[in-house]
Protein backbone atom coordinates (compact mmCIF):
# COMPACT_ATOMS: atom_id res chain seq x y z
CA UNK A 1 0.00 0.00 0.00
CA UNK A 2 2.96 2.48 0.86
CA UNK A 3 4.46 1.84 -2.45
CA UNK A 4 1.92 2.35 -4.37
CA UNK A 5 1.30 5.93 -2.53
CA UNK A 6 4.84 6.79 -3.32
CA UNK A 7 4.22 5.48 -7.12
CA UNK A 8 1.50 7.65 -7.15
CA UNK A 9 3.30 10.94 -5.98
CA UNK A 10 5.86 10.31 -8.57
CA UNK A 11 3.32 10.02 -11.39
CA UNK A 12 1.95 13.78 -9.95
CA UNK A 13 5.02 15.07 -9.43
CA UNK A 14 6.35 14.43 -13.17
CA UNK A 15 3.12 15.27 -14.50
CA UNK A 16 3.03 18.56 -12.70
CA UNK A 17 6.47 18.88 -14.57
CA UNK A 18 5.23 18.63 -17.73
CA UNK A 19 2.22 20.98 -17.23
CA UNK A 20 4.40 23.41 -15.79
CA UNK A 21 7.17 23.04 -18.59
CA UNK A 22 9.40 26.35 -19.02
CA UNK A 23 8.62 27.88 -22.80
CA UNK A 24 10.19 30.82 -24.07
CA UNK A 25 9.36 32.67 -27.33
CA UNK A 26 10.14 36.24 -29.10
CA UNK A 27 7.14 37.85 -31.07
CA UNK A 28 9.15 37.58 -34.54
CA UNK A 29 12.83 36.36 -35.25
CA UNK A 30 14.09 38.78 -37.43
CA UNK A 31 15.13 42.34 -36.43
CA UNK A 32 16.51 45.59 -37.73
CA UNK A 33 18.79 47.82 -35.21
CA UNK A 34 16.09 50.27 -34.04
CA UNK A 35 13.04 47.62 -32.63
CA UNK A 36 11.85 46.28 -29.79
CA UNK A 37 12.30 42.27 -29.10
CA UNK A 38 9.16 41.24 -27.15
CA UNK A 39 10.31 38.02 -25.31
CA UNK A 40 7.26 35.98 -23.24
CA UNK A 41 7.87 33.21 -20.71
CA UNK A 42 5.32 31.39 -19.49
CA UNK A 43 4.87 28.11 -17.38
CA UNK A 44 8.00 29.42 -14.72
CA UNK A 45 7.39 28.83 -11.16
CA UNK A 46 8.70 31.89 -8.86
CA UNK A 47 10.99 34.27 -9.98
CA UNK A 48 12.75 33.72 -13.01
CA UNK A 49 15.84 35.77 -14.79
CA UNK A 50 15.97 36.68 -18.29
CA UNK A 51 19.76 37.12 -20.36
CA UNK A 52 19.97 38.99 -23.81
CA UNK A 53 23.40 37.79 -25.24
CA UNK A 54 24.60 39.33 -28.27
CA UNK A 55 26.25 37.17 -31.42
CA UNK A 56 29.45 37.39 -29.67
CA UNK A 57 28.17 35.70 -26.54
CA UNK A 58 28.31 39.12 -24.23
CA UNK A 59 25.36 40.27 -21.92
CA UNK A 60 24.06 42.89 -23.23
CA UNK A 61 20.66 42.81 -20.96
CA UNK A 62 19.20 41.13 -18.11
CA UNK A 63 15.83 41.32 -16.94
CA UNK A 64 13.93 39.14 -13.58
CA UNK A 65 10.07 39.04 -13.47
CA UNK A 66 7.46 36.18 -11.25
CA UNK A 67 5.73 33.37 -12.80
CA UNK A 68 4.33 34.19 -16.20
CA UNK A 69 5.57 37.65 -18.11
CA UNK A 70 6.82 39.32 -20.88
CA UNK A 71 9.94 41.50 -20.89
CA UNK A 72 11.69 43.13 -23.56
CA UNK A 73 15.27 44.57 -25.45
CA UNK A 74 16.13 47.17 -27.66
CA UNK A 75 18.07 46.42 -30.50
CA UNK A 76 19.70 49.32 -30.81
CA UNK A 77 21.32 49.22 -27.10
CA UNK A 78 24.13 46.83 -28.73
CA UNK A 79 25.54 47.06 -32.43
CA UNK A 80 26.05 43.60 -32.95
CA UNK A 81 24.34 41.97 -36.07
CA UNK A 82 23.79 38.89 -36.25
CA UNK A 83 21.93 35.93 -34.09
CA UNK A 84 20.85 37.16 -30.57
CA UNK A 85 20.02 34.13 -27.74
CA UNK A 86 17.53 35.31 -25.18
CA UNK A 87 17.21 32.53 -22.00
CA UNK A 88 15.27 31.97 -18.56
CA UNK A 89 16.37 30.88 -15.86
CA UNK A 90 13.13 29.26 -13.28
CA UNK A 91 13.47 27.28 -10.24
CA UNK A 92 11.21 24.72 -12.21
CA UNK A 93 13.58 24.60 -15.87
CA UNK A 94 15.40 26.58 -18.58
CA UNK A 95 14.30 27.79 -21.34
CA UNK A 96 16.04 29.67 -24.99
CA UNK A 97 15.06 31.30 -27.71
CA UNK A 98 17.46 33.51 -31.12
CA UNK A 99 16.42 36.03 -32.74
CA UNK A 100 18.19 37.69 -35.49
CA UNK A 101 19.39 41.72 -35.77
CA UNK A 102 20.51 43.28 -39.18
CA UNK A 103 20.70 39.43 -40.47
CA UNK A 104 17.63 37.93 -42.18
CA UNK A 105 17.48 34.10 -41.96
CA UNK A 106 20.53 33.99 -39.61
CA UNK A 107 18.36 31.62 -37.75
CA UNK A 108 17.77 29.16 -40.82
CA UNK A 109 21.19 26.74 -40.94
CA UNK A 110 22.75 25.95 -43.75
CA UNK A 111 22.99 22.85 -44.74
CA UNK A 112 25.90 20.89 -44.70
CA UNK A 113 27.70 21.01 -48.13
CA UNK A 114 27.88 16.90 -49.04
CA UNK A 115 32.02 15.65 -49.47
CA UNK A 116 31.79 14.28 -52.85
CA UNK A 117 34.93 11.63 -52.93
CA UNK A 118 37.73 11.90 -55.79
CA UNK A 119 39.30 9.10 -55.73
CA UNK A 120 43.29 8.69 -57.22
CA UNK A 121 44.24 5.50 -58.00
CA UNK A 122 47.29 3.07 -58.72
CA UNK A 123 47.69 0.79 -61.77
CA UNK A 124 46.58 -2.82 -61.74
CA UNK A 125 49.14 -5.03 -60.24
CA UNK A 126 50.05 -7.95 -62.37
CA UNK A 127 47.83 -11.09 -61.38
CA UNK A 128 48.53 -12.62 -58.46
CA UNK A 129 48.06 -16.34 -58.23
CA UNK A 130 44.37 -16.42 -56.92
CA UNK A 131 44.07 -14.94 -60.16
CA UNK A 132 43.07 -11.09 -59.10
CA UNK A 133 44.67 -7.61 -59.87
CA UNK A 134 44.71 -4.98 -57.03
CA UNK A 135 45.13 -1.86 -56.82
CA UNK A 136 45.29 1.04 -54.17
CA UNK A 137 42.90 4.32 -54.40
CA UNK A 138 43.18 7.47 -52.33
CA UNK A 139 40.57 10.02 -52.04
CA UNK A 140 42.25 13.78 -52.65
CA UNK A 141 39.60 15.45 -50.29
CA UNK A 142 39.80 13.00 -47.58
CA UNK A 143 36.33 11.88 -47.46
CA UNK A 144 37.20 8.73 -47.31
CA UNK A 145 40.00 6.17 -46.00
CA UNK A 146 41.82 4.68 -48.48
CA UNK A 147 40.40 1.76 -50.37
CA UNK A 148 41.78 -1.43 -52.57
CA UNK A 149 40.01 -2.37 -55.49
CA UNK A 150 40.35 -5.80 -56.98
CA UNK A 151 39.34 -7.51 -60.81
CA UNK A 152 39.80 -10.45 -62.31
CA UNK A 153 42.84 -10.69 -64.19
CA UNK A 154 42.40 -10.05 -67.34
CA UNK A 155 44.30 -11.54 -70.45
CA UNK A 156 47.47 -12.57 -69.19
CA UNK A 157 50.95 -11.05 -70.58
CA UNK A 158 53.76 -13.28 -70.27
CA UNK A 159 56.96 -12.30 -68.95
CA UNK A 160 59.58 -14.90 -69.36
CA UNK A 161 62.92 -14.90 -67.66
CA UNK A 162 65.73 -17.16 -68.36
CA UNK A 163 68.83 -18.26 -66.39
CA UNK A 164 72.19 -18.51 -68.18
CA UNK A 165 73.25 -21.56 -71.14
CA UNK A 166 74.93 -24.28 -69.59
CA UNK A 167 78.21 -26.06 -70.76
CA UNK A 168 77.80 -27.45 -73.91
CA UNK A 169 77.24 -30.90 -73.69
CA UNK A 170 76.97 -33.59 -76.59
CA UNK A 171 76.50 -30.70 -78.62
CA UNK A 172 73.65 -29.42 -77.00
CA UNK A 173 73.20 -26.23 -74.93
CA UNK A 174 70.12 -25.77 -72.09
CA UNK A 175 68.66 -23.27 -70.09
CA UNK A 176 65.75 -22.86 -67.66
CA UNK A 177 62.87 -19.90 -68.29
CA UNK A 178 60.15 -19.26 -66.03
CA UNK A 179 57.42 -17.08 -66.56
CA UNK A 180 57.03 -14.26 -63.85
CA UNK A 181 52.91 -13.75 -64.17
CA UNK A 182 52.55 -17.56 -64.44
CA UNK A 183 50.09 -17.28 -66.99
CA UNK A 184 50.35 -20.79 -67.28
CA UNK A 185 50.92 -20.50 -71.06
CA UNK A 186 54.16 -21.34 -73.07
CA UNK A 187 52.79 -18.72 -76.27
CA UNK A 188 56.71 -16.75 -76.40
CA UNK A 189 58.55 -18.70 -74.08
CA UNK A 190 61.99 -18.40 -75.05
CA UNK A 191 64.13 -21.51 -76.82
CA UNK A 192 65.36 -23.45 -74.12
CA UNK A 193 67.71 -25.16 -76.01
CA UNK A 194 70.65 -24.69 -78.29
CA UNK A 195 72.83 -26.36 -80.37
CA UNK A 196 76.76 -25.76 -79.83
CA UNK A 197 80.14 -26.94 -80.75
CA UNK A 198 82.47 -28.65 -77.88
CA UNK A 199 85.66 -26.65 -77.22
CA UNK A 200 88.39 -29.75 -77.28
CA UNK A 201 92.10 -28.72 -75.34
CA UNK A 202 94.64 -29.16 -77.94
CA UNK A 203 98.15 -30.86 -75.64
CA UNK A 204 101.56 -31.14 -77.26
CA UNK A 205 102.32 -34.27 -78.80
CA UNK A 206 105.69 -35.42 -77.09
CA UNK A 207 107.29 -37.61 -80.38
CA UNK A 208 107.93 -41.23 -79.38
CA UNK A 209 111.41 -42.45 -78.66
CA UNK A 210 113.23 -45.50 -78.89
CA UNK A 211 112.60 -47.43 -75.47
CA UNK A 212 116.30 -47.09 -74.96
CA UNK A 213 116.55 -43.64 -75.66
CA UNK A 214 113.33 -42.84 -72.68
CA UNK A 215 115.58 -42.63 -69.89
CA UNK A 216 118.31 -41.02 -71.68
CA UNK A 217 115.86 -38.31 -72.86
CA UNK A 218 114.18 -37.79 -69.55
CA UNK A 219 117.41 -37.75 -67.22
CA UNK A 220 118.35 -34.83 -69.68
CA UNK A 221 115.42 -32.64 -70.39
CA UNK A 222 113.69 -33.14 -67.34
CA UNK A 223 112.99 -29.56 -66.67
CA UNK A 224 111.29 -29.12 -69.85
CA UNK A 225 108.90 -32.40 -68.46
CA UNK A 226 108.07 -30.51 -65.43
CA UNK A 227 107.07 -27.46 -67.21
CA UNK A 228 105.18 -29.49 -69.73
CA UNK A 229 103.50 -31.23 -67.30
CA UNK A 230 102.94 -27.26 -65.11
CA UNK A 231 101.86 -25.96 -68.69
CA UNK A 232 99.06 -28.64 -68.58
CA UNK A 233 98.26 -28.37 -65.20
CA UNK A 234 97.87 -24.88 -65.87
CA UNK A 235 95.47 -24.92 -68.90
CA UNK A 236 93.24 -27.44 -67.40
CA UNK A 237 92.44 -24.75 -64.82
CA UNK A 238 92.01 -22.10 -67.15
CA UNK A 239 89.33 -24.02 -68.75
CA UNK A 240 87.72 -24.98 -65.40
CA UNK A 241 87.30 -21.15 -64.76
CA UNK A 242 86.42 -20.28 -67.85
CA UNK A 243 83.32 -22.35 -68.17
CA UNK A 244 82.95 -22.57 -64.49
CA UNK A 245 83.51 -19.56 -63.13
CA UNK A 246 83.05 -17.37 -66.12
CA UNK A 247 79.57 -19.07 -66.74
CA UNK A 248 78.95 -18.14 -63.03
CA UNK A 249 79.75 -14.93 -63.30
CA UNK A 250 77.56 -14.59 -66.98
CA UNK A 251 74.90 -16.39 -64.84
CA UNK A 252 74.96 -13.87 -62.11
CA UNK A 253 74.81 -10.86 -64.07
CA UNK A 254 71.54 -12.16 -66.58
CA UNK A 255 70.24 -12.74 -62.56
CA UNK A 256 71.46 -9.31 -61.08
CA UNK A 257 69.38 -7.42 -64.20
CA UNK A 258 66.30 -9.61 -64.03
CA UNK A 259 66.37 -8.94 -59.84
CA UNK A 260 66.60 -5.36 -60.10
CA UNK A 261 63.87 -5.35 -62.95
CA UNK A 262 61.69 -7.68 -60.27
CA UNK A 263 62.62 -4.75 -57.33
CA UNK A 264 61.28 -1.89 -59.47
CA UNK A 265 57.83 -3.49 -60.17
CA UNK A 266 57.61 -4.40 -56.15
CA UNK A 267 58.91 -7.88 -55.75
CA UNK A 268 60.10 -8.70 -52.69
CA UNK A 269 63.72 -10.43 -51.41
CA UNK A 270 62.04 -13.48 -50.15
CA UNK A 271 59.88 -13.96 -53.33
CA UNK A 272 62.95 -13.56 -55.19
CA UNK A 273 65.39 -15.85 -52.98
CA UNK A 274 62.48 -18.73 -53.51
CA UNK A 275 62.22 -18.23 -57.38
CA UNK A 276 66.18 -18.88 -57.36
CA UNK A 277 66.07 -21.59 -54.81
CA UNK A 278 63.06 -23.97 -57.25
CA UNK A 279 65.79 -23.28 -60.09
CA UNK A 280 68.51 -25.13 -58.53
CA UNK A 281 70.57 -22.30 -57.15
CA UNK A 282 72.23 -23.07 -53.77
CA UNK A 283 72.63 -20.97 -50.79
CA UNK A 284 75.72 -19.15 -51.10
CA UNK A 285 75.07 -18.68 -54.89
CA UNK A 286 71.61 -16.57 -53.94
CA UNK A 287 73.67 -14.42 -51.66
CA UNK A 288 76.42 -13.76 -53.82
CA UNK A 289 73.83 -12.46 -56.36
CA UNK A 290 72.55 -10.67 -53.84
CA UNK A 291 75.29 -8.98 -53.04
CA UNK A 292 76.44 -7.94 -56.02
CA UNK A 293 72.79 -6.60 -56.54
CA UNK A 294 73.23 -3.84 -53.47
Known sequence: MRSKTILYIVLLLFSTSLVSAVDLSTDKTDY?????VTANITGCVGT???????????????????????????????PASGKYTVSTSCSNGLAEANFCVNDPGCLVEEEEEECIP?????????????QLERRTCTDKKNCEIDKE??????????????????????GIQTRTCY????????????????????????????????????????????GLIIAVALAVILLVLG?????????????FAEVKEWMGSEREKGTSDEDLRIALQKRGWEEKDIKAAFKKLK
Open 32 to 36: NSSEI
Open 48 to 78: SITKFLNPGGTLVDIKSGQSNWTTTYQTSSN
Open 118 to 130: EWDCREWSSCGID
Open 149 to 170: ETKACSACQESWTCLSWSTCQN
Open 179 to 222: DQNNCGTALDKPAGQQSCQELVSEQPITPAKPAAEEESFFAKNK
Open 239 to 251: LLYFFKWKGKEAS
